[in-house]
């Protein structure tokens, strides 16, 4: 298992990128058979941005650092991919999707008949719209820059008003949930990376993600790339093209596959490719995540 | 050129949406040599949702709607690609890409020097960070649901605060653009879509999206695919791998590629993938948006 004493995150305290830390830690001390007290003596640090994260692991300010990659509704997260494929040699080395669940959070069990105000993250609220149509019509709509950041301000407010957060956040700031799961798609999820400065170990049930980069747009150069992966029966998970910076060629791919890169088909495909292709560089090889 | 009566687009009045309609309705009008008195005379209707913006094109309450597709920060606009795909038989028939300038907005000349509390969409001062931190690194950040409701927000506010908006619901309300193009990222650009219910003409410089449905995620499908096109010389300008609903194959592939529906090559390649996929479906042909 990895040594955890510093994680950086993406915060601030309350939202799913904490949840998703938080369970992360929790599965890998189960896996090592460990004490989960051990979970307590780990330093977060929250940072204000996808970019600081990276930096902070890049600088060795933190060991490992947790941020999005990818959400079911909202898609990926560009910037995590490009500041991984431009700017950082942080490699992944694990994967976490949580389901995003939504609560209507209150300052008391009661003051569910009294909402007239409803405080949340402009994603939060449209992720919830079908359950507000119906629940609270005529309820004013507050922003707030983050779902944590809505229910924190709750502790402001009279009982008129509600927010839309984690449940976390509820017990952060020691308030009730009202309401469980008010999003409209149960389906939701989000997909978090822990990234860190090694490659992690082969587990047998591994994924590995690379970005190439190409030379020319040129037509039938993906079918070039993916051909190394056909030939080897390599099955790839997510491919994603997306414009390069200038100088390094027009276009990168994003793919994702099956399999780690110290088995041989993959490392050899890897090869392979480098003789096709400006430049290949490797994200990560790390466990798949089961639940 | 397209007969435009009632336009439908993602609101609220004053976001980039509207700037990319307005936009789009002044150069259909100069490309057709057209009174640009004409654009007064077309209905804009701002509904709140993407997926309801294409019911109003399905259901003929619009002829045109004009939703965000992609952001070169943000990434893929999912909602768009999914709503499309999988509930709609609207389709593509015009792209606008429009730079994404925010701008500090006042409510007199003066109030620069006084500024304490900033006012916008979560996404709009992420993307203004370096120049607040710069700037403003003791203001308060409060949010807003969108960067219009911000500026209207500002109406309400003493001479203490400003937003992050665009020129246009400065324009709207009466406000004054105290400092222009405050975005860290001077590349930022967002494209949209112009969906109708009818395939827009060849015009010598388009593009077709189109979906593939696969029945099985097997080593070297897409690679398969990929096939008719590089076999054919089809230059593909985007690619991206997206899990599908149940019941319709485990993957579905985006795919942007250069040329017309009607061209014989893009046709017969279209023609020979229906044998080898579960399901190909046309999102549209449409010119390449130049500038």
Redesign the interface.
Known sequence: MEQYRKISYLGPEGTFTEEALIKYLSKAVTLKGGNHNQIAEITKIAYP?ITEVIRSVDRGEADHGVIPIE?????????TQDVLTFESEAKIIAEIAIPIKHHLIGLTKSSLKNIKKIIS??HA??QC?IYLSQHFPDAE?I????TA?AVKKLKDTSGDSAAIGTKIAAQIYGLEILVSDIEDNKENKTRFIVIGSHIAKRTGTDKTSIVCFLKK????S??NI??E??ER?????????R?AKKDLGDYV?MIDMEGHVHDREIYEALESLRNKVYLVKLLGSYPVWAG
């Open positions: 941005t959400n079911s509704i909202e898609g990926s997260v560009n910037l993250h402009p609220t449209a719209r709509i922003a707030a820059n983050s950041e747009d040129k037509p039938g993906l079918f993916l051909k992966f056909a029966e390599i099955n790839l998970t997510r491919l994603e093209s414009p791919f």
